[in-house]
């Protein structure tokens, strides 16, 4: 059975800095990867999906990887802003489905 | 285009009495899901539906939870008999595709309160 793990649960940086955000999954047969950005009290927002054949994807200043091998991603933000604070979360699919499982999440306070 | 969209936003219940919530989903998109996030268990796969196949109903909690969608398009998630522990934000998405190739669209939730 598939399990989806977020380290560290909460994280709080300056406005400015450079941070990664773990997911790590127990079953590496995994077609994507996907890490969705969710506000107090919203819905989910969809940052960046990685194919089970790419090793990363950006968008701005979001990088995700993927090692499939070792059951690992990193979602990278850089240059930290105040409006990145929100809590993140990695999803992966149960075969080839489109019904995901998530982690609990890494929620990020960016302070000015 | 206009998003996914759920109603209503809020709903506080008694214990045992029934509700339904509604989702609406991107014009066009055939896959529509049900999630379930809440303190202790997290964000959880309820159901999902992809054209006309029937439902994957895996994740249903117990046999008081059920949905259907109609003329696939908008989805209706029904509570029979609320229990306290059924208070969560419920989550639909939608995406173009039922494989794991489709990127999922939410909506805002409903959050259900049963007191």
């Known amino acids: 059975k598939q399990e989806v793990t977020q380290i560290p649960a909460a994280l709080s940086v300056p406005e400015g800095e450079n941070l990664v955000l773990n997911c790590s999954f127990t079953?590496?047969?995994?077609?994507?990867l996907q890490w969705f950005r969710q506000d107090p009290g919203k819905g989910l927002t969809s940052l960046l999906l990685?194919?089970?054949?790419?090793r990363e994807q950006t968008s701005g200043r979001l990088n995700a990887s993927l090692d499939k091998s070792s059951g690992r991603s990193t979602l990278y933000i850089a240059a930290s802003q105040p409006g990145d604070s929100a809590t993140y979360l990695c999803a992966v699919p149960p075969g080839n489905t489109g019904k995901l499982i998530f982690g609990q999440g890494t929620t990020l306070q960016v302070k000015p | 285009g206009a998003g996914v969209s759920q109603s209503p936003s809020n709903k506080v219940t008694e214990k045992g009495k029934d509700v339904e919530l509604r989702c609406d989903p991107i014009?066009?998109?055939?896959?529509l899901y049900w999630y379930r996030q809440s303190l202790g268990q997290g964000l959880e796969f309820l159901i999902y539906f992809q054209g006309n196949s029937a439902p994957d109903k895996s994740g249903l909690p117990s046999d008081r939870f059920s949905a259907e969608r109609t003329g696939g398009s908008v989805s209706t998630l029904t509570i029979q008999r609320t229990q306290q522990e059924d208070s969560a934000v419920y989550l639909c998405?939608?995406?173009?595709?039922?494989?794991?190739?489709?990127?999922?669209?939410f909506g805002p939730g409903t959050r259900l309160t049963v007191t």
């Open positions: 079953d590496s047969a995994i077609y994507n």
């Open positions: 014009s066009g998109h055939t896959a």
């Open positions: 998405a939608s995406s173009l595709g039922g494989t794991s190739t489709y990127e999922q669209y």
């Open positions: 990685i194919q089970s054949s790419q």
